[in-house]
């Protein structure tokens, strides 16, 4: 009698298999991110890429065009506002010294006290506490640096994605099908088919979702911060409108970053622009982006919530980005592997449409 029957050891080579393709992405992963962005670029312009084509007969053709008005666009917009917010960087960047000084050395609790009320003694305590602190508050200043840096080492993808996006844009189709040409089992190339259409959904329909939040922050960011005569408000809303394409931990960063630079330029009225960044977030959270977002993506709040941290573990930034299609893509794999597992044992069933979140009854 054999120690090991067959059906183990399928199980066992396929759990292997898994554990190496995982050991793969895991060590490839700065790499594949590479190429994930390239695919959400290749979605997010696709729809022109259609339209276009019929018009100019020729994918190939419909690509270039749509990139050379990308780039003319760009060259419009380096030409009339990137100087403006080029020497609005500089002066922050200029200025950052100076304001972590005023911190790490608690003059800024004095100024505060002053100018909003405080009790000399409270003031005091503060400016006190501060001065204790001021090797932690020196600290986090470097951290977040060196995180600043380590992201502007990835400025690179900025040229590469676009060139990696043209190949999935003229050849995506071809990739999937390739794909499905080494499945032979009809029910598997079914699971198969489920699984890559509803991913397909799933991507489109999540990155221009964030592109047109990411764009609404970004219009109401500057024009508010501007009204409102915030210091380096171009910069500040630039920097919200950018922050809002990473999940949860994005929007946070941004109302952080807002509220620590008016008040370490001793902006006088602070506590207006905590409401508006307060009631900014709600009404984007619960009013835009269940409607612009809908519930395609069909995530419980704890797993989006995990996802992020579990991202953010891994790869830093880009993980905490990549965390919810991620999530949302393993939950797609998980309800087709449903389906699969319920015809193989019940016959065939109505198919299964991706974001009813219905399973058809069992016979």
């Known amino acids: 009698m054999a120690l090991i ?4 050891s399928r199980v066992l080579l396929t759990v292997l298999v898994f554990a190496l393709g995982l050991g793969f992405l895991y060590t490839a992963r700065h790499t594949l991110v590479a190429f994930l962005f390239a695919i959400f670029f290749a979605y997010l312009v696709d729809p022109l890429v259609s339209k276009l084509e019929n018009l100019v007969r020729g994918r190939g053709r419909a690509i270039a065009i749509i990139y050379v008005l990308l780039l003319a666009l760009l060259a419009v917009f380096f030409t009339f506002v990137g100087p403006k917010i080029g020497r609005e960087s500089a002066k922050l960047s200029q200025s950052l010294p100076q304001l972590l000084e005023r911190v790490s050395s608690g003059e800024i609790a004095l100024r505060l006290g002053t100018e909003h009320g405080l009790s000399w003694a409270t ?7 501060l001065a204790h602190h001021s090797q932690d508050i020196q600290q986090i200043a470097q951290r977040a640096g060196l995180r600043a840096a380590e992201t502007a080492k990835n400025i690179w993808l900025l040229v590469l994605i676009p060139i990696l996006a043209a190949f999935f844009l003229k050849d995506g189709r071809k990739f999937s099908g390739t794909s499905l040409s080494f499945v032979h089992s009809k029910p598997q190339r079914e699971f198969m088919e489920g699984v890559f259409a509803d991913m397909n959904a799933m991507l489109a329909h999540f990155i221009r979702a964030q592109l047109t939040l990411a764009a609404l922050s970004l219009v109401l960011y500057i024009a508010v911060l501007s009204l ?5 408000a171009l910069v ?3 920097a919200g409108g950018v922050m809002e394409f990473i999940p949860v931990v994005g929007p946070l960063v941004a109302a952080v970053l807002i509220l620590g630079v008016a008040i370490l330029t001793g902006y006088g009225h602070v506590l207006i622009l905590l409401l508006f960044l307060g009631a900014w977030r709600l009404i984007q959270d619960y009013v835009v982006s269940p409607r612009v977002m809908g519930e395609r993506m069909e995530l419980h709040p704890l797993a989006a919530i995990f996802g992020v941290l ?7 930034v880009l993980g905490v980005y990549l965390s919810i299609p991620i999530m949302a893509s393993l939950r797609i794999v998980w309800r087709r592997w449903q389906v699969y597992s319920e015809k193989k044992r019940f016959g065939p ?15």
Request: aromatic letters at 12%.
């Open 5 to 8: 029957d067959s059906r183990t």
């Open 123 to 129: 003031a005091k305590q503060l400016q006190e506490f």
């Open 228 to 232: 409102m005569r915030v210091p380096y």
């Open 236 to 238: 500040l809303g630039t």
């Open 310 to 316: 579990a991202g953010g573990e891994i790869a830093g």
């Open 349 to 363: 069933l109505n198919e299964y449409a991706f974001g009813t979140g219905d399973f058809p009854p069992r016979v």
